[in-house]
């Protein structure tokens, strides 16, 4: 899935959208290298977080991937598991990217 989060990090440029990635591999490192090698530019958390718990068990995670699709009020509008395949996430994030846009000052 990176080559096409790639592509819409670069296509929704300056638009109200952002990618947020939840990392369940391994130690510190070897994340890093994974993300160098993928050129992973958005934020890419760390599902293990030893204060508090792992995000996955905090959002009710069933499985990978998981995607969501939250607008820009904060309401998940759209969530799979495994992937819906391009053409459906592109429309449902361009429909909530343009309602955004529409409801910006």
Do not use: C
């Amino acid at each position: 899935m990176f080559p096409h989060e790639r592509s819409l990090v670069k296509r929704l440029e300056g638009k109200p959208f952002v990618l947020i990635g939840v990392n369940g591999d391994g130690n510190d490192q070897d994340l890093k290298k994974k993300n160098e090698k993928e050129k992973i530019t958005w934020r890419s958390f760390k599902n293990d977080r030893p204060e508090q718990g792992s995000i996955t068990d905090e959002w009710n995670h069933e499985g990978w991937p998981t995607l969501f699709v939250i607008d820009h009020k904060g309401i998940i509008r759209e969530k799979w598991l495994g992937s819906p395949g391009d053409k459906v996430l592109d429309e449902a994030i361009d429909k909530y990217v343009k309602l955004a846009d529409k409801e910006s000052p």
